[in-house]
């Protein structure tokens, strides 16, 4: 769906209760020239509007699990391994709750072997991807095999509409998706050579969901820019201080598109050249921010088009908690 298209539906909808300050804010964020088009895992887009707490929650799970299925199947047609070579499966969301988690559910549609072993993250927010693949490469060195690292939003389960800035900003900004990534020890894709982490649980409150009557508001505030830049010019430092690298070493930057404002001011504080960004404004430009899955789009990104062999690359997410999280990998 383009921003024009989704701004006339949301006004369409929700007419009676906007202000005049809230139809301006449509305005100026729907039109923002850094997306383009997002998409949304339902079967019409009135659903979104429509659907109760519990029809959201049904369609949460039909839809990740469907997603984050074919995500799966894709990455390992990929690079040739069967479902049945799956050793391990690693899952991770913030849009949603079930228990027993996804995981048991995708292992299921995919037939894995009942020996698999399965781990759900929850709540990790826009960066959720590397907690997730940090937890993948741990399994990997303990139980080799091939370990599968999933991430799967479907952030229009979380939609709500009102006056406030975070949710007119979140609607225009967040779309539906599922990216996984094939773990195991041979010398294909992208080397795995480090990470780092840096949590800052005093800025909680400038990013995260909120309940109210029962369902998530999602809460962003004006500041993120500024406190993301930080968190993230941190990790990068402690991540390439440990490596003995420095951003000049860099070839490829894969950084979770957040919204153009956290990009620019993310890439200004850890001195990126813009060239190095094309890769994550592309997946701007055509999804917008799936939340944990889009920074694996940028990466795919970069594998398919921009990085040569030997080259450094820096994988690098942001978001609830508030965090900040990085991947150092080199193309084999």
């Known amino acids: 769906m383009d921003q024009q298209e989704a701004a006339g539906l949301i006004k369409a909808h929700f007419h009676e209760s906007l ?39 049904e369609r949460f799970t039909e839809q990740a699990v469907r997603l984050a299925e074919q995500a799966v199947l894709r990455a390992l047609d990929k690079v040739g391994v069967g479902v049945g070579e799956v050793s391990g499966l690693v899952l991770n969301t913030c849009t949603g709750y079930i228990c027993p988690g996804l995981s048991s559910y995708v292992a299921e549609r995919l037939g894995l072997r009942c020996d698999a072993r399965l781990y759900d993250l929850v709540g990790s927010g826009c960066g959720g991807a590397i907690p997730n693949l940090q937890v993948a490469e741990s399994m990997l060195k303990t139980t080799g095999g091939v370990v599968v690292s999933v991430s799967v939003e479907i952030c229009s389960a979380a939609f709500q509409m009102g006056n406030d800035l975070s949710l007119i900003l979140s609607n225009a900004l967040f779309g539906d998706g599922a990216a996984a990534a094939v773990l195991w020890e041979k010398p294909v894709g992208f080397e795995v050579v480090g990470s780092a982490g840096r949590y800052v649980p005093e800025q909680r409150e400038a990013i995260r969901f909120v ?10 505030s004006t500041d993120l820019p500024q406190l993301v830049k930080k968190a993230a010019a941190e990790v990068v430092g402690d991540l390439l201080g440990r490596h003995s690298l420095a951003i000049g070493d860099i070839g490829g930057w894969a950084l979770h598109t957040g919204g153009e404002k956290i990009v620019n001011a993310v890439r200004d504080e850890i001195g990126i050249d813009e060239s190095q960004l094309w890769a994550t404004r592309k997946v701007l430009e055509e999804y917008g921010n799936m939340s944990s899955p889009t920074v694996w789009f940028v990466v795919d990104e970069l594998l398919q088009n921009g990085v040569r062999p030997g080259e450094w690359c820096v994988m690098l997410a942001y978001g609830a908690g508030l965090s900040a999280h990085a991947y150092l990998l080199r193309k084999s």
Do not use: W, Y
């Not at 100026?28 to 029809?55: G, L």
């Not at 309940?211 to 962003?220: D, E, I, P």
């Open 19 to 57: 202000t005049a300050r809230g139809l301006g804010l449509i305005r100026a964020t729907f039109t923002h020239p850094s997306i383009k088009k997002r998409h949304f895992a339902v079967d019409s887009p009135e659903q979104i509007f429509t659907e109760t707490p519990d029809e959201r929650v």
């Open 211 to 220: 309940h109210r009557q029962g369902q998530l508001h999602n809460q962003l």
